[in-house]
């Protein structure tokens, strides 16, 4: 090792505090991109390997009914390679321990042989015996573990009217499945929703379905053109019901992990790179201070017949050294947290295995990225330090231009105290220094923001999903819509003050070229319980005609209110319908489309019919209620608002949650080491000036006062732009992490904003009373002589 | 020095002129010196604060290009060198001494005469440069830790270690206090006298121009006397 080498050691541990504070910064950054880039591969890869081992399919179909031989037509289709037909129908549930009935989706396992696509990964137990035994279920691990299933354990439903008790064979998994969520629904709730796979034979037997299917699924031969597939499919599935084919890119859980890795996406791009700027600012403010700290040094250097390039890269590694640092801290908090993440997903999403697999080529781009942040932060001060030709470095620096204040020109200055005076005029003197001092408090400041309005958010969103819009009690929905008079039946059990109708109806909505399916909510005009609300946030009343839609369904469609879209009924009879947009609502959970529920029906054809009610109860006949409720079969399912409201605040919630903590925690850290950098830095430049004003017969205090007071203005400076980057960062990151399925509003909040400040005045005053106590125990002759 | 006239010199100086800055702002530092100076010689240029003393020692040294005239080294055009040129004639034959020192602080003295015979083609043991200024004993103190007097012998030995042709010492007693400065003079006197190192002194204290061989006095950028000394006299001997 050189001798360079051991005096840039030495040095470094004369900084270290300081180095550390920048080396945490970029530690901070480099961990969250680490952290999420990391996380993309693991889902991304796990999720592909999934598909490809276990034969998910790249295009889906519903039907009424059609005979086995249509499969022969379906394989026959132009680019389809593999087609597996089969049954999949909703029943309702009686799970042990569960008050309220369930929904469960049972699908077909092939007759004979293996299933040809979507297989399933037996978790444990096996697959149904089928051909030796009946009454067996495989039920999926999302639904069996929120209910503490096992394999052996019981389950009662109901098939085709008749309830039966099934034994859980096994617990699988579905590559069709990974997000296990009701259809339509953009929350999961396992507790009343599952999924579950039977012998073919005997699901079609109680069903009347035997010999037929109603769901195909098929994969496309290489090249082959999806829309033409889709189309074909349509053509020959229409005379048996079918209800339109769609691709992955409509498929509810493909669709709900792609969003999440466009979540990370998001994340992985916006917060490192702030937090890799700021640390870039940091390393050219350490690293200016320290070339002009050791102007003499590099003169000698210089003199003595080393190189340009040689004291250049002496800086250089200074830098470099610091960026090691941040990287190592950085890998490690990433893959820690990176790790703990992972465990987060199993709440959502289902794989036979999901492994933190660290992105090994972010690791190289990180540290790239950050000596390239520092390179760049430090090629500056740099290239001065060693242009600077060596004779004039050895002479003493020109004394500093210094100038009234603004303030005492103004004639202000009586108002200010000395020590006040000499901080307005060391701000003014360096201005540039010390708007980028500045500059970084705000940002400080402002990153502060961002995690926790993530958190208002989501409690946002709770009170807004659960409280403004949503008002019942719980939600009831029939087997199939009934009549209208169902209503006043519902209203009938006991417990029930309340009940309004509802109408749902799966349908494709369609825009120039853009299509989305979604189920159509009819409801109420004005109604009182499921409401639509604007984003004033005021409640809509559904004209007699026209649709109301989510305002960011009608944003990624493209339509506006006024213009017209085809709605084409993916149940009962086919149908395709012309409806203008009348009004735009606001949701966070999924995208919505509303209708009057008369005007729904009408447009329907099928006269007045319901899906379902949504219901207010009196609390004290809560069990009869739900007892009665599981006695009447025409019942599927019963949604409890409070379950489903819990169940969010215990998966997304949580998830955003932990992010937003582990956010919030290196925002904090950022904080401190921006603000307790800039006084190191300003206590080092001063530190001449302060002794020779100690000399000159100033108290501690006074001496103390001008650069508390310097670190004071700036921070107050600072506050109120930090607050407004910080709201503008809040917007563009929200921006850009959301997704049709996974939304948040922003929202800022006054305890949003007063923890940020502070945080920033803890920060502050912590390192005021540090550079206080350095002022306080300067060696007077020695800061006199040499100082760094 | 007849034997000394008899070679060439190591330094031929003719009409050298630097001037700062330009137009109404300009300041002539040098107008116009002549000089040789020869292998072996212990120089001492006078003059007040102003001078110009340092602007020549930093032509002499490489670390300035003169703005007019002629600067040969061993009969090379030192005004011509570039960058690179110059920063190889600094690292083999010049030793600088500064007036401040400027040692690495972070380095003991050991260290900061290593660091720079590192550099250097065939440099003396730093521990040997340091016994030649009498700090055999302190070799691994740290620059705080020794006086100024102390820090300058290191600087000294910093500057012989490389073995260089030429030693330029800029006010190298300066900041110190007649006792310790002597002590300074006599280490540069000594590696004038055992290693036949060409050395100039810069001073604006008259008295030690007894231990030269010729000392050069400097008004307004101008050598206005040469003054040869038939005997030297010994740095310890001298009187302020
Ligand atoms: N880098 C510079 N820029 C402008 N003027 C300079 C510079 N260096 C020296 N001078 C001026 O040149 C003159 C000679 O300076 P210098 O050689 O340092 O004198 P001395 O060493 O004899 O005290 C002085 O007037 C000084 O102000
Ligand atoms: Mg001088």
């Known amino acids: 090792m050189s001798l360079l080498d051991t005096k840039l050691l030495r040095d470094l541990r004369a900084l270290r505090s300081q180095a550390i504070a920048v080396a945490l910064v970029m530690a901070c950054g480099l961990a969250m991109m680490i952290m999420t880039r990391s996380l993309i591969l693991s889902l991304a890869t796990t999720r592909d390997h999934y598909y490809e081992e276990h034969r998910f399919a790249d295009v889906f179909a519903r039907l009424k009914r059609a005979p086995n031989s249509v499969r022969e037509e379906l394989a026959a289709i132009p680019g389809v390679a593999h087609v597996q037909t089969g049954i999949a129908i909703q029943v309702t549930l009686d799970v042990p321990g569960l008050a309220e009935p369930a929904v469960g989706l049972i699908n077909s396992l092939p007759e004979r042989g293996e299933q040809v696509l979507n297989r399933l990964h037996v978790r444990s137990g096996r697959l149904p015996a089928g051909r030796t035994t009946v009454g067996e279920l495989a039920v999926g691990e999302a639904f069996a573990e929120a209910h503490g299933l096992r394999p052996g354990d019981s389950i009662a439903a109901v098939l085709n009217g008749a309830k039966e008790t099934f034994r859980l064979s096994g617990i699988v998994l579905s590559p069709e499945f990974i997000f296990e969520a009701p259809p339509g629904a953009a929350l999961p709730d396992n507790k009343t929703y599952g999924v579950f796979w039977m012998p073919y034979r005997e699901l079609a037997t109680a069903f009347q379905l035997y010999g037929a299917f109603n769901n195909v699924s098929l994969t496309l031969a290489p090249g082959a053109s999806e829309p033409a597939v889709i189309a074909a499919v349509n053509r020959l599935l229409a005379p048996y019901g079918g209800r339109g084919a769609y691709g992955r890119i409509d498929h509810a859980s493909h669709r709900r992990v792609d969003d999440e890795i466009r979540v990370l996406v998001g994340l992985s791009v916006a917060f490192p790179l702030v937090f890799l700027s700021v640390a870039a600012f940091m390393v050219n403010s350490v690293m200016s201070r320290q070339i002009a700290l050791q102007r003499e040094q590099i003169a000698m250097l210089k003199a003595c017949g080393f190189a340009n390039r040689q004291v250049g890269a002496h800086y250089f590694k200074f830098s470099l050294a610091i960026v090691a640092g941040g990287v190592l801290a950085g890998a490690l908090g990433g893959i820690v947290l990176g790790h703990q993440l992972v465990e987060m997903y199993h709440l959502f999403f289902r794989f036979p295995q999901l492994d933190f697999q660290l992105d090994a080529r972010v690791l190289v781009f990180a540290t790239a990225a950050s000596a390239g942040a520092a390179f760049a932060g430090v090629a500056g001060a740099v290239r001065r330090a060693v242009r600077l030709p060596p004779a004039e470095a050895m002479r003493p620096e020109a004394p500093a231009n210094f100038q009234p204040s603004l303030v005492e020109r103004l004639g202000l200055a009586r108002w200010f105290s000395a020590s006040l005076r000499m901080a307005l005029r060391n701000i003014q003197r360096r201005p540039v220094r010390s708007a980028l001092t500045c500059l970084a408090l705000a940002l400080a400041t402002a990153i502060l923001i961002v995690p926790n309005s993530f958190r208002d958010g989501i409690a946002y969103v709770i009170d807004f999903q659960w409280d403004v819009v949503q008002r019942q009690t719980v939600t009831l929905s029939l087997v199939e819509p009934g009549p209208a008079r169902a209503l006043s039946d519902f209203k009938h059990l006991p417990g029930v003050v309340w009940a309004e109708p509802f109408r749902f109806v799966p349908i494709e909505l369609r825009a120039g070229p853009i299509t989305r399916r979604l189920t159509l909510q009819g409801l109420p005009e004005r109604g009182t319980l499921s409401r639509v609300i604007d984003g004033e946030p005021r409640q809509l009343t559904l004209p007699p005609r026209g649709i109301v839609m989510s305002a960011k369904l009608a944003e990624v469609m493209q339509i506006k209110p006024g213009d017209e879209v085809v709605a084409r009924v993916l149940e009962g009879r086919e149908r395709e319908i012309a409806v203008p947009v009348v009004g735009l609502a606001e949701d966070f959970a999924g995208t919505a489309a509303y209708m009057e529920l008369d005007a729904l029906n009408r447009l329907l054809l099928e006269g007045d019919r319901v899906s379902g009610a949504h219901v207010v109860l009196d609390r004290g006949h809560w069990g009869e209620f739900l007892s009665a409720v599981k006695r009447t079969p025409r019942i599927a399912g019963c949604i409890i608002k409070d379950s489903l409201r819990e169940g969010f605040r215990k998966t997304t919630a949580e998830s955003i949650g932990l992010l937003q903590k582990i956010y919030l925690l290196f925002a904090t850290i950022v904080a401190f080491g921006i603000i307790y950098n800039s006084a190191r830095i300003s206590l080092s430049e001063r530190a001449r000036e302060l002794a020779t004003l100690r000399v000159l017969g100033f108290s501690r205090g006074e001496v103390g006062a001008v650069l508390v007071g310097e670190l004071v203005l700036l921070t107050l400076a600072a506050l109120p732009l930090g607050l407004v980057i910080g709201s503008g960062f809040a917007k563009g990151i929200l921006t850009a992490v959301n997704t049709e399925t996974v939304r948040l509003p922003l929202v800022l909040t006054p305890a949003n904003y007063a923890f940020a400040v502070l945080v920033v005045a803890v920060a502050s005053a912590a390192s005021a009373l540090f550079a206080a106590r350095k002022v306080a125990g300067i060696d007077l002759v020695g800061a006199l002589k040499a100082i760094d | ?240």
């Open chain 2, 1 to 240: 020095m007849p034997a000394a006239v008899q070679t060439s010199p190591v330094f031929h100086v003719r009409g050298l002129a630097r001037v700062y800055g330009e137009g109404d702002a300009a300041v002539i530092a040098l107008r116009g010196v002549d000089l040789d100076l020869f292998s072996g010689e212990l120089i001492v240029l006078l003059g007040a604060s102003g001078s110009g003393k340092s602007t020549l020692l930093n032509q002499l040294g490489g670390l300035d290009s003169p703005t007019h005239g002629t600067l040969l080294y061993r009969g090379a055009n030192l005004a011509a060198f570039g960058e690179a040129e110059l920063t190889l004639f600094r690292r083999d034959a010049v030793g600088f001494v500064f007036q401040a020192y400027n040692l690495i602080p972070s380095l003991t003295a050991r260290e900061n005469v290593a660091l720079i015979t590192e550099i250097c083609r065939d440099p003396m043991a730093p521990e040997e440069a340091l016994a030649l200024v009498g700090l055999a004993d302190r070799m691994d103190h740290f620059p705080a830790q020794l006086s100024g007097g102390e820090q300058q012998r290191v600087a000294i030995a910093r500057a012989i270690a490389k073995r260089p042709e030429v030693l330029l010492c800029d006010e190298p007693t300066g900041a110190l206090d007649v006792r310790t400065g002597i002590t300074v003079l006599e280490a540069i006197e000594k590696i004038n006298r055992e290693l036949g190192t060409l050395a100039v002194i810069i001073t604006h204290n008259a008295i030690l121009a007894d231990m030269a061989n010729r000392v050069f006095t400097l008004s307004d950028g101008r050598i206005v006397s040469v003054r040869e000394n038939a005997r030297r006299g010994l740095a310890r001997d001298l009187a302020w």
